[in-house]
């Protein structure tokens, strides 16, 4: 990340800045541990609802896979997808950004020598980070449970390392979308639609609600495009082993690209934003 | 001849407001084009601020005093003229300068709400890079003048508006600013908390001798704690000087109050009114508005006249001489763009696609 604090401090004392706003952030989290235990649950239910939708779907087709998908390959997609949506998912983050353009809290990372968009990171890793230890157990669980439904078991050690990349490219290339949408606010304060069209287009384009590949090959290809697919197709068809190795890789470095891509994007909008608040608002 | 701590030179700030008309109609139109209003928040103010000063800021709501703090502070940048705190240029925003200030405002939280405020004084300590002991020693200390050391580890959610303040301000002192910009520290507080925060701002800054920077409406805040006021009314500077200086300046009124040891009639009154106007009368005392001059002459003429009982002559209060000024300052403002010359807010209406 670029500097938080001044350029004069050395990198161990900034290491330190970040490691305390991480713990904050942290034990500002825990407060909430009611919320998280009902929010965590109620992320499984929709499993229920797939698997009989998919079962319903592949018995009136009369086929056993559709694109190469079976009945149990298609539940495995969507649990994976779940995976990736816990970690390129931001909620609050733009109407967050939003709120404090609005209502002038934004001037405190004018004040204070530290960066807003390293900042928000830092508390956004720690925010996972909660949500992670406690979703752990369910997580499990579920997926235990539902073992069965992967039939090719686990995949293997490198396919294992690419995802994991894959998931933390997710995490990133999310939050520095939604970090652009929130930064939109220097401009026109309300933003809410903008999060409403881009929560619409993730839930279809990111392969959230159904495999990509299953999409007719013209628009398969338009969907491959664009960023969305990151934050969720992608990695869960890397651990379900859809992707070939060449095409692995350069697919990790597409994803790496737009990362670098919403990055700039965020830090020039914060720039001009702040430039236009302090010219015309304040 | 060196450079005063703060200085500003002709600076000016203009904002660019939308203007809505009512109904729907008009909103609609909105969408397409917009009228946008300027309003000069700051029409040129030149000031001097040396190292050590504790200055108040004074003015009705919408004077400009708000714009000045955060021009100074370097959220916005001005539309014309220059400034200088501490030879840095404040809207350059140089983490050099931003170790060196820091704003308080009386309306907003810089803490986690969530948390207790021992937690946002670690950050602190860590975004402002100060040393372990430094800051122990310093939070000791602070803690210890506010009275909060019990309240550290208590969310800051759950404390009272008072207690909050004093923590924003030790929040703001951790890092020992060398200027500090207070805007209305102590708007909302009961008299006591107003008394305590008032108490110690001003050890503090003896003490540490620091300049401070203050808004307030509270005279009670200005009077204790600031030798130099300067009052700001339509974007402008209109007194700069002592505290006292204000009433001498500004009015050569004073009050002179009569207690008579007989009845008061209509006749008294009527007489009476040659001396001054008649602030307030309730039998059997008489409070009269008297140009200072006068006073003597009319003195020697009551005592010979009239049996009085008590006989006080004092200043008019201070909220009263600044109001005054106010109010003189919008009255020259409204005739002088009655008159064309244009200086007051909505001068200049610009339409925008």
């Known amino acids: 990340m670029t500097t938080a604090v001044s350029s004069s401090s050395s990198l161990s004392s900034r290491a330190k800045t970040w490691w305390t706003i991480l713990r904050i952030s942290l034990e500002e989290r825990f407060v909430y541990r009611g919320d998280f ?5 109620m992320r499984f239910l929709p499993i229920i609802t797939q698997v009989f939708l998919w079962g319903a779907i592949f018995a009136a087709s009369g086929n056993n896979a559709i694109q190469g998908y079976t009945a149990n390959a298609v539940v495995a997609y969507y649990m994976l997808t779940m995976i990736s949506r816990a970690f390129s998912s931001m909620p609050g983050l733009c109407s967050g950004i939003a709120l404090q353009v609005r209502d002038g809290e934004i001037k405190k990372y004018l004040i204070q020598p530290i960066d807003l968009l390293g900042f928000l990171l830092i508390t956004r890793v720690a925010h996972k980070l909660c949500y992670y230890a406690i979703a752990i157990i369910p997580f499990t669980l579920v997926f235990y449970l539902c073992r069965g439904f992967f039939e090719n078991g686990w995949p293997e050690a490198t396919v294992l390392v690419a995802y994991g990349l894959a998931l933390t490219m997710g995490f990133l290339l999310g939050f520095f979308i939604e970090a652009s949408l929130g930064l939109v606010s220097f401009w026109f304060l309300e933003v809410t639609s903008l999060v409403f069209v881009y929560n619409l287009l993730n839930f279809f384009l990111s392969g959230h609600m159904f495999p990509l590949d299953l999409l007719p090959e013209w628009a398969n290809q338009m969907v491959r495009l664009l960023p969305f697919q990151y934050l969720a197709y992608f990695p869960a068809a890397v651990f379900l082993g859809r992707i070939e190795q060449d095409e692995l890789w350069f697919g990790l470095g597409v994803e790496a690209c737009w990362l670098l891509a919403f990055v700039v994007l965020s830090r020039v909008m914060l720039n001009r934003g702040i430039h236009r608040y302090s010219g015309f608002g304040g | 001849m060196p450079m005063a701590l703060i200085e500003l030179n002709n600076l000016q700030k203009t904002y660019r407001v939308y203007q809505k008309k009512e109904g729907l109609r008009a909103s609609i139109k909105g969408l397409f084009k917009r009228k946008y209003k300027e309003v000069q928040a700051v029409r040129g103010i030149d000031l001097q601020v040396e190292q050590g000063e504790f200055v108040a800021f004074l003015g009705p709501n919408g004077a400009g005093k708000t714009t000045t703090l955060k021009l100074l502070s370097g959220v916005i940048h001005p539309t014309a003229g220059s400034a200088t705190v501490m030879g840095h240029i404040p809207w350059r925003r140089e983490n050099d300068y931003r170790r060196r200030f820091a704003l308080v405002m009386g309306q907003k939280n810089q803490l986690w709400w ?8 670690r950050l602190h300590q860590q975004i402002y890079g100060i040393e372990p002991d430094t800051f122990q020693h310093t939070l000791d200390e602070l803690s210890d003048l506010l009275g909060l050391r019990e309240l550290l580890s208590q969310p800051v959610r759950e404390l009272s508006l008072g207690e909050r303040m004093k923590m924003e301000l030790t929040a703001a002192l951790l890092h020992s600013p060398e200027v500090l910009f207070l805007d209305e520290p102590t708007i909302g507080l009961d008299v006591v908390a107003q008394h305590n925060i008032q108490q110690f701002l001003k050890y503090y800054q003896e003490k540490r001798k620091i300049t401070i920077l203050l808004t307030s409406h509270y005279m009670k805040d200005v009077a204790a704690l600031c030798k130099r006021v300067v ?23 004073k009050l002179v109050t009569l207690q008579f040891a007989d009845p008061i009639d209509k006749m008294l009154l009527g007489s009476l009114k040659r001396f001054g106007h008649i602030v307030h009368h309730e039998a059997p005392r008489v409070k009269l508005g008297v140009t200072r001059d006068d006073v003597p002459a009319m003195l020697t003429a009551i005592l010979d006249a009239y049996d009085i009982d008590d006989l006080i002559v004092e200043e008019p209060p201070l909220e009263e001489v600044i109001a005054d000024v106010f109010a003189r300052v919008s009255e020259t403002s409204a005739t002088q763009s009655e008159l064309g010359l244009s200086r007051s807010n909505d001068t200049q209406v610009g339409e925008a696609e």
């Open chain 2, 114 to 121: 969530d948390l207790p405020a021992q937690e946002s004084f």
């Open chain 2, 231 to 253: 009052i700001i009314a339509d974007g402008q500077i209109q007194y700069d000087g002592s505290l006292s200086g204000i009433i001498d300046e500004t009015t050569n009124r």
């Open chain 1, 37 to 41: 235990a009902l929010g965590t649950l």
